[in-house]
Antibody
Framework: EVQLLESGGGLVQPGGSLRLSCAASGFTFSNYAMTWVRQVPGKGLEWVSG????????FHADSVKGRFTISRDNLKNILYLQMTSLRVEDTAIYYC???????????WGQGIQVIVSS | IVLTQSPATLSVSPGERATLSCRAS??????LAWYQQKLGQAPRLLIY???TRATDIPARFSGSGSGTEFTLTISSLQSEDSATYYC?????????FGQGTQVEVK
């Protein structure tokens, strides 16, 4: 059974940094692209970042380009999202998902809350 | 690629058909998925490749279309189908989602 468990969320001040992790199990992690999406409570889904199985190439939404970096450790089966220069509008629930290149993300983790506030 | 979903909300009686639309600003071939999301839960994949049901998805859910026009049909709505439905293109980077259609079962 595929399991994805996000961690690393929390409260951070504007301009601060945070690193999200997504621990994966139940599949051969290095064989799959991985994806981050986010959702402001009460709003729609927003695709954030994607990374191929080998670690590259990587892709980011324009709204986070230059501030967020997706990466992965295929030995530890962990996906990361390094978030810097955080803004109030980055406040959301962040989900990691298996897949995202030739197939859509599926399944998704339970999500982790990030709150950017002073 | 901008995905535009319609309608924004849909209220349907149990047993009736619900038809949701998704229009892409340029062709996404058949690289279009549909997700269901219930309150407080992660998205659940329903349809991929525009018309292929994901594992364990009931047959009342069907998808059609290609290029720029797509449809998700729920043939006989059940109470547990109350949710928000999103279309998602994975043809081009950056990937994008539609804004969602909220389905209410009367």
């Amino acid at each position: 059974e595929v399991q994805l468990l996000e961690s690393g969320g929390g409260l951070v001040q504007p301009g601060g940094s945070l690193r999200l992790s997504c621990a994966a199990s139940g599949f051969t992690f290095s064989n799959y692209a991985m994806t981050w999406v986010r959702q402001v409570p009460g709003k729609g889904l927003e695709w954030v970042s994607g990374i191929f199985g080998g670690g590259g190439p990587t892709f980011h939404a324009d709204s986070v380009k230059g501030r967020f970096t997706i990466s992965r450790d295929n030995l530890k089966n962990i996906l990361y999202l390094q978030m810097t220069s955080l803004r109030v509008e980055d406040t959301a629930i962040y989900y990691c998902g298996k897949g995202g290149d030739r197939q859509p993300g599926d399944p998704w983790g339970q999500g982790i809350q990030v709150i950017v506030s002073s | 690629i901008v995905l535009t979903q319609s309608p924004a909300t849909l209220s349907v009686s149990p047993g009736e058909r619900a038809t949701l639309s998704c229009r892409a600003s340029q062709s996404v071939s058949d690289n279009l998925a549909w997700y269901q999301q219930k309150l407080g839960q992660a998205p659940r994949l329903l349809i991929y490749s525009a018309s292929t049901r994901a594992t364990d998805i009931p047959a009342r859910f069907s998808g059609s279309g290609s290029g720029t026009e797509f449809t998700l049909t729920i043939s006989s709505l059940q109470s547990e189908d109350s949710a928000t439905y999103y279309c998602h293109q994975y043809n081009d980077w950056p990937r994008t989602f539609g804004q969602g259609t909220q389905v209410e079962v009367k």
